[in-house]
């Protein structure tokens, strides 16, 4: 039976099975995207879409929502359960919203915040100046050692002590090694700063205890659902009782208007899915084949940001092998291995064609790929990256990637 997209709408049925039989065909080393589970999916694409539940359960400005009021709920608590926090609020749209939602909570405009800088690794939400949050708050920033490639935990206190923030931001987008909450701690306790933790990128190896946890430390762990997580695209903001109506009266009404009550939906399954002993081996592979694949391109000589990694990404470095970051994310396409360009520390090049390319390993850890398959997997990021002017030597490997992609297909 062809599907009611199809019959309604061939124009947009085709262009979604021409993204099935990319996301099938093709390898995804983009460390924040993911394959969600079917049951995820479903929940994403049901009625619940049609609801408008503005406020929160028990206490909204429409009528209709006792189941609604029973699903965010679930969510909550299960959000609350897997992540051993007091409060949580999944109403969040969004990463970058729910981290504007931080600011709301705790910040008036021209307070200072002190965030991890973009182009060692940090998120534009943390301050940078492209985004609100550098323009309607005075950001100051921290980025990693040279020699090490590594978050310095002196230089941030030298930082906050000079700079006061009244907010701390710790996470990032491309940082390949383990977070010392405890130790930001200390210094947003010595500064008197609110201390908040992006976890967007690792709150599936929280979750699956493949990292540790920020809950004991933060006064606000800020997460998306959609990375690895493996949720549907939303987020979470979990929190302890003590900031619950701030953190809760930022986002509604402060910022957003009705939830999406499909996405809270399926973020109440990816939950589920996330508390079963299956989801903690899961997060403990995609670490083992992030590091595997660390040591395989270490011995074909590619430079790793940090010397390897200890989570879900690997920062690799590109000058060694003399190629742009730009033109070798769009060779690795080519090839069938899709991630993407990013700077590096210190970067000398432009932002849009910087030194480095960022690869990672949730979604293929998903389809089920394996440590030992991450020397083949080095071998062609070894070959296209130099192939980038032969295109029949991508065409090749894109052949060989296919076939590996077609034996262990994402979750339908
Ligand atoms: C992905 C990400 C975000 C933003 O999430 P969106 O859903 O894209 O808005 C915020 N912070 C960090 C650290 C991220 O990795």
Redesign the pocket.
Known sequence: MPSPIAVADPQVAELIDAEIVRQHDTLCLIP?ENHVSPAVLAATGSVLTNKYSEGYAARRYYQGNAVIDRVETLAVDRARALFGVEHANVQPL????A?LAVYAAFLDPGDTVLGMALDAGG?L?HGWGVSVTGKWFRAARYGVRRDTGRIDLDEVREIALKERPKLIWC???AIPRTIDFAGFATIAEEVGAVLAA?V??IAGLIAGGAHPSPTPHVDVIAT?TH?TLRGP?G?MLLTREQHARAIDRAVFPGLQGGPHDHTTAAIAVALHEAAQPAFSTYAHAIVANAVALGEALLARGFDLVSGGTDNHLLLVDLTAKDVGGRVAAEALERAGLVGNYNAVPFDPRPPLDPSGIRIGTPAITTRGLEPHHMTDLARWIDDAVQAVEAPDTLDRIRGEVTELARAFPPPA
């Not at 969004?94 to 919203?97: D, E, V, Y």
């Open positions: 924040s969004s990463g970058a919203p981290n998120h939400t996470g990032g987008t992006d967007a990128h998306t990375k695209r987020a």
